[in-house]
Nanobody
């Protein structure tokens, strides 16, 4: 089994910064693509940023220039540095990952439990 555990959420004033972390643990061969998603109350979950194992990145237009996704493959961890936070960034942030559990097998998709980010105006 594979577990993804997020941390680093909290309450911050507009203009502030937070750094989220998501660590994968359990039994697996390799972590491939990793993403950060968010879901605000009453809204659908949306992709915030994604990163391949080779650190190719993609961002939602709403966070470009403010958020930075990175990863440490040795630690099986993905990070989201969030700067210049706005009240509209308030949401539960979830990480997900595509995982190769056994060599030669297909990838499996896993989600973390989420961490709350609240930005006050």
């Amino acid at each position: 089994q594979v577990q993804l555990v997020e941390s680093g959420g909290g309450l911050v004033q507009a203009g502030g910064s937070l750094r989220l972390s998501c660590a994968a643990s359990g039994s697996f061969f390799r972590i491939n693509g990793m993403n950060w998603n968010r879901q605000a109350p009453g809204k659908q979950r949306e992709l915030v940023a994604g990163i391949t194992r080779e650190s190719v990145t993609v961002y939602a237009d709403s966070v470009k220039g403010r958020f930075t996704i990175s990863r440490d493959n040795a630690k099986n961890t993905v990070y989201l540095q969030m700067n210049s936070l706005k009240p509209e960034d308030t949401a539960v942030y979830y990480c997900n990952a595509d995982v190769t559990r056994v060599v030669g097998d297909r990838d499996y998709h896993y989600w973390g439990q989420g961490t709350q980010v609240t930005v006050s105006s």
